[in-house]
């Protein structure tokens, strides 16, 4: 009998976060849920921070953690990084909102076209939700159909077109080989269903018959390389190149949402698997810390924006202060800051991977060695992840739930679900303390 229950670590996380517990029920008075973001959810509730300091956050509840969520991937360079603040600080006199550009927008669209090698032209908006919403809009007037591909488990962002198929659940959408679009949320029109074409991750032979059979129909597909929030799963690379074959042949507009996969390397994700999407979504570590979302893309695709055809206009897009807090990030991770990160992800992937082979454990670190990982309690030893539905045979919910609420309770604080990611101030210490908890945790769970 193992000596830690669900029931044991949901009672010892609301004991030692109980100010957060009760903000959370005072928060409720006034706001839905407690709080504007249910993905603040940590379980029963959510943990409340008061400040942060470079790898880790201070909770109300007096509590210090290494911070593995780093809101869901941002802050790539941890908090109050003295580059982000120092350039916000002088940035702040000179005002806030403005009707009219900024230098400093040209540079950051400057370092993103440098980099990537896909993007010639940038849009920047508030959230990487619009300019997702911005990139189906182009392919669909780039192309004149109506039709979008996404992957279930794929998750773009809130918009009605977008938000479907991204947490289907057992029982939900079709079979495996005939997927079906089902809305993540009530108040989503049919229309918006019936104009999604869901696919499953890393089946090429059944992406390639849909996509095939719906060509003339399709604007455009939109893929994460390496998905997050709909659960992590990771592309292939001869799927991945495949696809990029099979759009350019139907005249499919190709969409890589790199929203947090820009942190995989200086060239994204896209550089790491070698492939051109015509339209690139950023956003995350690209503001540095405040909302930016940008789409980027091909000189030919872009210019139904540049040519008036496409109209997108929010007032806060090109905000002075997001950009500025996104080029002093974007300049302070040059190649050997991704490659810092990368080393501590492969060292955290490899030693807990071996660790719990060699044990016959369940449990398994996955994802492709950039610094958005996920752990997970398996069903059976040696268990993966390679589509959403994987989620529903192979992941035990309940105990990678306790894997969660266990870091939490010893001071590590990564996404609920499973998730993590880390940021350029941990050092060999963070990462070797966040590996033996994660093996004291599991040797409890398996005692
Ligand atoms: N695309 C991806 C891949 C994401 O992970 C997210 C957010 N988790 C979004 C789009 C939407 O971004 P935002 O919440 O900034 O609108």
Known sequence: MSTLTLEKSLEAFSAKFAVSAALTEEGKKFIPGGYSRSSFNF????????????????????HRLLDLNNNFTVNVLGHAHPAIESALVE??????????????????????????????????????????????????AYTGRIKIAKF????????????????????????????????????????????????????????????????????CLILELQSGAGGLVTLDEEFVLALRALTTELGIVLIVDE??????????????YGVTPDLTVMGKIIGGG???????????????????????SGTHHGHRLALVAGAACMNTMDADAFERLNRHSNRIMKELNEWSHARGSRLTIY???????????????????????DYWHNVDGEKTQILSLELAIRGFFPVHRGEFSLSLPMTDDDITSFIEALKQIVTELES
């Open 290 to 312: 405040m909302p930016l979302g940008a789409l980027g893309g091909s000189k030919a695709v872009m210019r139904v924006l540049e040519n008036g055809q496409v109209s997108i």
């Open 152 to 219: 279930e488990g794929g998750y773009h962002g809130f918009s009605d077109m977008l938000h479907v198929s991204s947490h289907t659940m057992p029982g939900q959408g079709g079979s495996d080989a005939d997927p079906q679009a089902v809305a993540d949320s009530a108040g989503i029109p049919q229309t918006e269903l019936e104009n999604t074409i869901v696919l499953v991750q890393n089946d090429l032979a059944g992406t390639d018959r849909i996509l095939r059979e719906n060509a003339r129909d399709i604007a």
């Open 367 to 389: 994802g492709k060695g950039f610094s958005h990982m996920a752990y997970g309690y398996m069903t059976e030893p040696g268990l993966m992840v390679r589509n959403h539905r």
């Open 43 to 62: 379980g029963p509730h959510a943990v409340y921070a008061e400040s942060g300091d470079g790898a880790y956050i201070m909770t109300v509840d007096g």
């Open 259 to 272: 929203t947090i996969s820009l942190r995989a390397g200086y060239h994204g994700l896209q550089g790491v």
């Open 91 to 140: 940035a702040i006199p000179a005002g806030f909102s403005f009707g009219n550009p900024s230098l400093v927008e040209a540079d950051l669209a400057r370092i993103l076209i440098e980099r990537i090698s896909s993007v010639e032209k940038v849009q920047f908006s508030c959230s990487a939700t619009e300019s997702c919403m911005s990139a189906i809009r182009v392919a669909r």
